[in-house]
């Protein structure tokens, strides 16, 4: 299947089952993988791949002695869930050879993303740029991943309500970095309600539900890619997961880390609070600070600094920046979480 307009896939292959073989048609190949997602993934391929690439770490120095070890090859394939897919990407991108995308959980959207999340020190950058030809979607084998690992995937679709609201308060600021799109924030709130209206299909992974996802995060490409950011689905709720991953020095289940941003900004935003969190526990969605391991005291030392965190980092104007927060505040945010 052939896709239309800027989504940064450049075909892609949806059904169950439609992973068997692919192999056979990619030349020399590598496969950068873990070891669950391969031992499911590598009877069903056809052929066997030259070599192997264990992600271990996304330190970018790691990374990079994997991809100059690596045997030359045609193409690479990325076969699991984010760190997987981003070391791919990489790879491809420094390589200049082809991409496959083939998630074996969807709770991120780095399989339609073209850059790649590499670690420098802990700290998230984005780095490169590369599209996978094809991108393959067996809701069989997506299915085999835990199903809250699956409904994470929808975090990165919540994240327009409270991302959409902060380009909001930049612009009547004066201090949207990019020119403001009403149509585009009109575009992306579109894609939010899909999600809502499918809230029951993606809760029970039906093959609709994964293809809301999926195509949701296609969406998402096609108002972003153009306009050369993603300020519709990137705001304050994804800036207290930086800081945050940067405190604790861990990753987290993105998804996850990213509907508690959506959790505390939204309240920050005073932003149908009641609304966005009734759709997260519909989904299912894992946002709970016990489920991440994040202690109350992180939280809060983590917003008493995200104001200048995010000055120093040079992240976009949002309602962090609007609302000093006091100790009095932080508590009001939390209120509701479980610890």
């Avoid at 939280?299 to 104001?307: D, H, K, N, P, W």
Wanted: glycine share 8%; with cysteine; proline share 5%.
């Amino acid at each position: 299947m052939q896709i239309a307009g800027q989504t940064n896939v450049t075909s892609i292959r949806f059904g169950s089952g439609s992973v068997n073989g692919i192999g056979k048609d990619l030349g020399r190949f590598v496969v950068a993988t873990m070891e669950l997602p391969w031992s499911i993934t590598e009877g069903k391929l056809g052929a066997d791949p030259v070599a192997v690439l264990m992600v271990e770490s996304m330190e970018q120095e790691f990374v990079d002695q994997q991809v100059a070890s690596a045997p030359p090859c045609d193409t690479v394939v990325g076969i699991g869930g984010g760190q997987a897919i981003d070391l791919a990407k990489y790879f491809a991108w420094k390589k200049g050879c082809r991409l496959v995308t083939i998630p074996t959980v969807i709770s991120v959207d780095a399989f339609v993303t073209p850059a790649a999340a590499v670690r420098q020190n802990h700290r998230v950058l984005y780095v490169g740029e590369s599209s996978p030809d094809p991108l393959i979607i067996d809701y069989d084998l997506i299915r085999t991943a835990p199903s809250d690992l699956n409904v994470a995937g929808a975090g990165d679709l919540l994240s327009i309500h409270t991302a959409t609201f902060d380009w909001e308060v930049a612009h009547r600021a004066g201090k949207s970095e990019y020119p403001y799109s009403q149509d585009d924030i009109q575009t992306a709130r579109a894609i939010l309600e899909t999600v809502a209206e499918n809230a029951s299909e993606i809760r029970a992974l039906s093959d609709r539900g994964l293809r809301t996802i999926v195509e949701g995060y296609m969406r998402v490409n096609t108002i972003c890619l153009p306009a050369g950011h993603y300020r519709v689905e990137e705001g304050s709720e994804h800036f207290l997961f930086y800081e945050l991953e940067e405190r604790l020095k861990k990753p987290f289940i993105h998804g996850q880390i990213v509907g508690l941003g959506i959790y505390v900004m939204s309240r920050l935003q005073k932003n149908r609070v009641e609304w966005i969190t009734s759709l997260m526990d519909e989904l299912g969605l894992r946002y709970q600070p016990v489920d991440m391991g994040i202690p109350k005291d992180a939280m809060v030392a983590s917003l008493q600094v995200l104001e200048p965190f995010t000055r120093k980092r040079g992240l976009w104007y949002s309602q962090i920046q609007e609302t000093p927060l006091d100790l009095a505040q932080i508590e009001g945010l939390l209120r509701g979480l479980r610890f």
